[in-house]
């Protein structure tokens, strides 16, 4: 019994407890993380809970960053400042995510799969080419007021 109660304590002191955060930049709020972020160390990733939202955080000198992700498998993200406010970063894009898309007429002929939807909803440029191979390049333009993408279209030759 002696060897299991080890193991569980070895698995334990493995992962931290969350850190729960508010967003907020009041006072009261500010004064509420920094007490939350006082057992962290510059630089470690720490797990923590903000909205509803569980992820990861990790704090340098300058302030700190977390991505979390709800029930629902909603994603955010927030800025850290040194004095403890948490903000939401509406602006970030995932390093994996696709910038650009590329898809053909034909593409756009019918529904796109949900793969491809998702891509679109994230992309900072969307290309569609014709057959003739000429594209029309459309830029995301960032609307923090709809949750749809808006997009500026473009008219470019590629020859």
Do not use: W
């Amino acid at each position: 019994m002696g060897e299991v109660k080890q193991s569980i304590s070895n698995i334990e002191q493995y992962f931290s407890p969350s850190v729960f955060l508010s967003i907020g930049d009041s006072d009261e709020v500010k004064a509420l993380n920094l007490a939350a972020l006082s057992s962290i160390s510059v630089g470690d990733p720490f797990q923590c809970e903000i909205n509803y939202g569980f992820g990861v955080g990790r704090m340098s000198s300058s302030g700190g960053f977390a991505h979390v992700t709800t029930s629902e498998g909603y994603e955010a993200f927030y800025d850290i400042s040194t004095d403890g406010a948490v903000t939401k970063n509406s602006t970030y894009v995932k390093p994996n995510e696709p910038l650009q898309v590329v898809l053909s007429v034909e593409d756009l002929e019918s529904a796109v799969d949900d793969i491809t939807s998702a891509a679109i909803q994230k992309a900072g440029l969307i290309v569609i080419v014709d057959e003739e191979g000429k594209s029309t390049v459309c830029t995301r333009i960032m609307n923090d007021s709809s949750p749809n993408p808006s997009f500026l279209f473009h008219h470019q030759i590629i020859l």
